[in-house]
């Protein structure tokens, strides 16, 4: 109601200045008019606006007093007075078609093809949709729904917000999230956490030297696995506190382990299984890619999984933060990212594969994807 108020006050103001304009005309002596350009109008009104008319041809040609014409519904067109031989016209008629022609090329979006007033409609109807969304987590929180509920609804509007940046970007428009807001309920999205608070920058982090115990494992293995360790953390802040070698279970590589530290504080560590043969490392995991039983086909990919569950959790402070966080993440469990996580059936295994599988460019369902932009996207630099 808000929205159709503000067009309607929009369009009654419209009106109002063309009745100004043709004061102003008559005090001037002259009965012709310029009327307002703007990029992206209506197929319809690119033929008249910016040009030079009489008062009638305001009615005959622009539509002056309908609904579809100059001045009628959603049009925000004005017009003023022109004086022939003295006004100085604002836009040139070869400048006008010029601009007509540019804007009828369409550009393409996700295999979409759209010209200018195209690309401005579907901007509209993406802010409608984006209202429509956070009325409803708006009403979820106050009907206190169940909490992974309310964050599945946070994350479909994160991803429609996220999705609107992307389309304005590639059409070439700004971004008018002020038509977003204008319902007054403020930010919705799970969005970025203020990571000054929540993330503790940390030491250098190296392999350890025990890490030559493990068979196959050179001074290149290591420097390996440092590159990509380090190659996460540009694109991500990643709360990484320690690297350690330790028994792990077997087809296990690497592991993330939570744990507490002296004063309580949750930290985490990534945990190299010493019983692995590093020779045969890089052959193992091909091999599980292409049967389907993971979706890391790298080292790196295989570092990244386990950098999904530590940023899944790198904001709790504590244990009970922790165990909380970790039994809503338990139960957005998602199947057919890989046979791997289906086995476990469990949450936080779907999305650290899902967000393997992102990193890839590869295909994802869109809940994944949604899941990964509400618990690891919000940690990309």
């Known amino acids: 109601m808000e929205v159709a108020a503000r067009r309607a006050v929009m369009t009654g ?87 007509n022609w540019k804007e009828s090329e369409p550009t393409e979006f996700r295999g979409k093809e759209y010209t200018l007033y195209e690309a401005k409609q579907r901007q509209r109807q993406m802010e409608t949709a984006m209202r429509a969304q956070r009325e409803k987590v708006q009403m979820l929180q106050d009907g206190d ?18 999705e609107y940046a992307r389309f304005s970007k590639q059409m070439g428009l700004k971004q008018e ?21 929540n993330v503790v920058n940390t030491m250098k982090i190296s392999v350890p030297r ?35 070698v330790a028994k792990m279970e077997v087809g296990d590589i690497f592991g993330a382990a939570p744990y507490l530290d002296d004063r309580g504080k949750l930290r985490f560590a990534l945990v190299i299984n010493e019983d ?14 292409d049967k389907g039983r993971f979706a890391g086909k790298s080292i ?29 993440v338990e139960r957005q469990f998602m199947q057919g990212i890989s046979q791997y996580a289906d086995k476990t059936g469990k949450g936080e295994e779907s999305l650290a594969e899902a967000f393997v599988r992102y990193r890839n460019k590869e295909k994802i369902p869109i809940r994944a994807e949604l899941l990964i932009r509400s618990y690891i996207e919000r940690w990309k630099k």
Not at 145 to 162: H, N, S, T
């Open 145 to 162: 729904a169940d909490p992974d509920d309310v964050m599945l609804a946070k994350c479909k509007y994160q991803g429609q917000l996220d």
């Open 276 to 289: 692995i043969d590093y020779n045969v490392v890089k052959k193992k995991i091909q091999r599980r890619y």
């Open 300 to 328: 790196e990919d295989y570092i990244a999984h386990e950098m999904a569950h530590i940023m899944t959790y790198q904001d709790c402070k504590n244990e009970a933060e922790f165990r909380t966080r970790q039994r809503i």
């Open 210 to 244: 025990d890490a030559y115990k493990i068979k196959g494992m050179t001074s290149e293995a290591k420097h390996e696995i440092e590159a990509a360790i380090n190659n996460l953390k540009k694109e991500y802040d990643i709360r990484l506190d320690l690297i350690e």
């Open 177 to 197: 999230r002020e038509r977003i807001y204008i319902d007054g309920r403020w930010r919705v999205a799970p969005g970025r956490i203020d990571k000054k608070l």
């Open 13 to 99: 103001l419209t009106q109002l200045s063309g009745k100004i304009a043709e004061y102003n005309a008559e005090k001037l002596g002259t009965e012709y008019f310029e009327v307002e350009w703007h990029a992206g109008a209506r197929p319809t009104h690119t033929i008249w606006q910016g040009r030079v008319w009489s008062q009638q041809q305001l009615y005959d040609v622009c539509g002056l007093g309908t609904v579809i014409g100059l001045c009628g519904a959603n049009c925000y067109h004005t017009y003023f007075p022109f004086v022939p031989g003295v006004s100085v016209r604002t836009y040139t008629d070869d400048w006008l078609d010029e601009q």
